[in-house]
């Protein structure tokens, strides 16, 4: 199923997930790796937020990811930006329940929605941006096949030191050459 691993399924965000995206867009220690501006924000904003950007945009597409044995909700996944005629996106994944921080979940749900942009979408193009001490982001970004393509340099002010923000990309045919590459060394072919 498209939307589906061992682990995680994929949902189209609603409304009704406002809340729960509130208590993870106010938890500091969840958006010290993803949120540049760090704020605290009332559910106006986050409801607004949700409309607005997540629902009401016809260039992004917003994914709930669920643990797929208890459907229990632990995080979002959307592409934003998308450009049609360009065949690109951005990506970003947040994983709001600390419990599932470090599992694979975040991996999975990362290679459903790039499964989703390349074969799918057809896009040509899939991108993002990530904090340089966000090491494990990092490290996973590069596992997935994402090459670093470059840096604005000391771009984020955080906890009183700057920090360089790291611009990655990942074009279609590498994804495809690294799935084929991930089955070869799995035994698939």
């Given at each position: 199923?498209?939307?589906?691993s061992?682990?995680?399924?994929?949902?189209?965000?609603?409304?009704?997930d406002?809340?729960l995206?509130?208590?993870?867009?106010?938890?500091?220690?969840v958006?010290?790796?993803?949120?540049p501006?760090l704020?605290?924000?009332?559910?106006?904003?986050?409801?607004?937020?949700?409309?607005?950007?997540?629902?009401?945009?016809?260039?992004?597409?917003?994914y709930?990811?669920?643990?797929?044995?208890?459907?229990k909700?632990i995080?979002?996944?959307?592409?934003m930006?998308?450009?049609?005629?360009?065949?690109?996106?951005?990506?970003m994944?947040?994983?709001?329940?600390?419990d599932f921080?470090?599992?694979?979940?975040?991996?999975?749900?990362?290679?459903?929605?790039?499964?989703?942009?390349?074969l799918e979408?057809?896009?040509?193009?899939?991108?993002l941006?990530?904090?340089?001490?966000?090491?494990k982001?990092?490290?996973?970004?590069?596992?997935?096949?994402?090459?670093?393509e470059g840096?604005?340099?000391?771009?984020?002010?955080?906890e009183g030191?700057?920090?360089?923000?790291?611009?990655?990309?990942?074009?279609?045919?590498?994804?495809?050459?690294?799935?084929?590459?991930?089955?070869d060394?799995?035994?698939?072919?």
């Amino acid at each position: 199923m498209l939307f589906e691993s061992s682990k995680v399924r994929l949902r189209k965000i609603t409304i009704e997930d406002t809340e729960l995206y509130h208590t993870w867009r106010n938890d500091m220690e969840v958006m010290r790796n993803t949120n540049p501006s760090l704020d605290i924000y009332t559910i106006e904003a986050t409801r607004d937020f949700v409309e607005r950007v997540i629902l009401g945009s016809n260039t992004a597409k917003g994914y709930m990811i669920l643990e797929k044995e208890s459907e229990k909700p632990i995080g979002i996944t959307s592409l934003m930006n998308i450009d049609a005629k360009n065949r690109n996106a951005e990506c970003m994944i947040d994983i709001g329940e600390k419990d599932f921080w470090g599992k694979g979940y975040g991996s999975e749900a990362l290679t459903l929605l790039l499964n989703y942009a390349f074969l799918e979408m057809n896009l040509h193009r899939v991108y993002l941006r990530v904090f340089s001490f966000n090491k494990k982001a990092v490290r996973l970004y590069e596992k997935l096949g994402f090459s670093h393509e470059g840096t604005s340099r000391e771009a984020l002010f955080r906890e009183g030191v700057w920090h360089d923000i790291v611009h990655m990309g990942l074009l279609q045919g590498e994804y495809f050459k690294q799935r084929e590459k991930s089955s070869d060394q799995q035994g698939y072919r």
